[in-house]
């Protein structure tokens, strides 16, 4: 970091992202709760292997990211349709990205493999799985991995992968900053306008303190007045302004390196003053 003397609020803090010496693992604990019509939690907890290497003649950014099997809420597969949806997760445990000079994924690398992975899984459920429900999901997760964009924005929107690669690098107060999360509420993604500021941590760590918020279309309000009227939420009285989404996070990254080694984020939905959905994410370096 060059010295600056400028009032602490103006320095500019740049880091810059450098091949690791060696893969670095982390554990990753998503809690996401429903608050209504009544409140339910899911917890989901996995291991992550992180590799970044660096093409120095090229300054091109690759990592290898390899995720463990996820348990949710700390208990095996329950029912046929729960081992269904983790054979088809199992299909993603393995991702190669190329990322960008601020940290943000530009192309996925090992989209051939992944579809080949999928075609080889996909026989063996049309096999061992029937029914009509089960056959189309089967089809709509076919859909998604046949075209590499749709797959590619989707692995985007996980919400590991959209916080592990939110953009840290270079000028870390930029202002013009974009983060897309697929909230899973009403078909409505989200996509939050970034602010990040950074603070010296200590002679090594920089501390990242990020805030989001999102704006809402009409479209997307029509969307959650029907996902209300099915759950039996009353939201009559609201209006779109009433809208708000919110994401709140703290990063900690190594300066010299560019390694990352923790991150807390938390995303808060609410409409009228109701909170509908949160999402607390902890990713921690072993």
């Given at each position: 970091?060059?010295?600056s003397?400028?009032?602490?609020?103006e320095?500019?803090?740049?880091l810059?992202?450098?091949?690791?010496?060696?893969?670095?693992?982390?554990?990753?604990?998503?809690?996401?709760?429903?608050?209504?019509?009544?409140k339910?939690?899911?917890?989901?907890?996995y291991?992550?292997?992180?590799?970044?290497?660096k093409?120095?003649?090229?300054?091109?950014?690759?990592?290898?990211?390899?995720?463990?099997t996820?348990?949710?809420n700390n208990?095996?597969?329950?029912?046929?349709?729960?081992?269904?949806?983790y054979?088809i997760?199992?299909?993603?445990?393995?991702i190669?990205?190329q990322v960008?000079?601020?940290g943000?994924?530009?192309?996925?690398?090992?989209y051939?493999?992944l579809?080949?992975k999928w075609?080889?899984i996909?026989?063996?459920?049309?096999?061992?799985?029937?029914?009509?429900?089960?056959?189309?999901?089967?089809l709509?997760?076919?859909q998604k991995?046949?075209?590499?964009?749709?797959?590619f924005?989707?692995?985007?929107?996980?919400?590991?992968?959209m916080?592990?690669?939110?953009?840290?690098?270079?000028?870390?107060?930029e202002?013009?900053?974009?983060?897309?999360?697929?909230?899973?509420?009403?078909?409505?993604d989200?996509?939050?306008?970034?602010?990040?500021?950074?603070?010296?941590k200590?002679?090594s760590?920089?501390a990242?303190?990020?805030?989001?918020?999102?704006?809402?279309s009409?479209?997307?309000?029509?969307?959650l007045?029907?996902?209300?009227?099915?759950?039996?939420?009353a939201?009559?009285n609201s209006t779109?302004?009433?809208?708000?989404?919110?994401l709140n996070?703290t990063?900690?990254?190594?300066?010299?390196?560019?390694e990352?080694?923790?991150?807390?984020s938390?995303?808060?939905?609410?409409?009228?003053?109701?909170?509908?959905?949160?999402?607390q994410?902890h990713i921690?370096?072993n």
């Amino acid at each position: 970091m060059a010295l600056s003397f400028l009032p602490e609020e103006e320095q500019e803090i740049a880091l810059t992202q450098k091949k690791w010496e060696a893969p670095v693992g982390y554990n990753v604990q998503i809690n996401t709760t429903m608050y209504l019509p009544q409140k339910s939690t899911t917890n989901i907890r996995y291991k992550a292997t992180v590799v970044c290497d660096k093409n120095e003649d090229t300054q091109q950014v690759f990592y290898t990211i390899d995720r463990t099997t996820p348990v949710v809420n700390n208990k095996p597969p329950k029912d046929g349709f729960e081992e269904l949806t983790y054979t088809i997760s199992s299909v993603f445990n393995t991702i190669k990205l190329q990322v960008g000079v601020t940290g943000k994924p530009i192309a996925l690398i090992n989209y051939k493999a992944l579809q080949n992975k999928w075609s080889a899984i996909k026989n063996k459920l049309q096999k061992e799985y029937t029914g009509a429900s089960v056959t189309n999901y089967i089809l709509a997760t076919h859909q998604k991995i046949m075209r590499e964009d749709v797959l590619f924005q989707n692995l985007l929107n996980d919400p590991f992968l959209m916080v592990f690669f939110g953009g840290y690098y270079t000028n870390i107060a930029e202002k013009q900053k974009l983060v897309t999360s697929q909230n899973h509420i009403a078909g409505i993604d989200i996509q939050y306008a970034i602010k990040d500021t950074p603070s010296q941590k200590d002679a090594s760590l920089v501390a990242i303190s990020r805030l989001g918020t999102a704006q809402f279309s009409n479209q997307d309000y029509k969307m959650l007045q029907k996902y209300c009227k099915r759950k039996g939420i009353a939201i009559e009285n609201s209006t779109k302004a009433q809208m708000h989404a919110i994401l709140n996070g703290t990063s900690m990254i190594h300066q010299q390196t560019g390694e990352i080694h923790t991150i807390q984020s938390n995303q808060q939905f609410t409409v009228a003053t109701k909170l509908l959905k949160e999402v607390q994410l902890h990713i921690k370096k072993n």
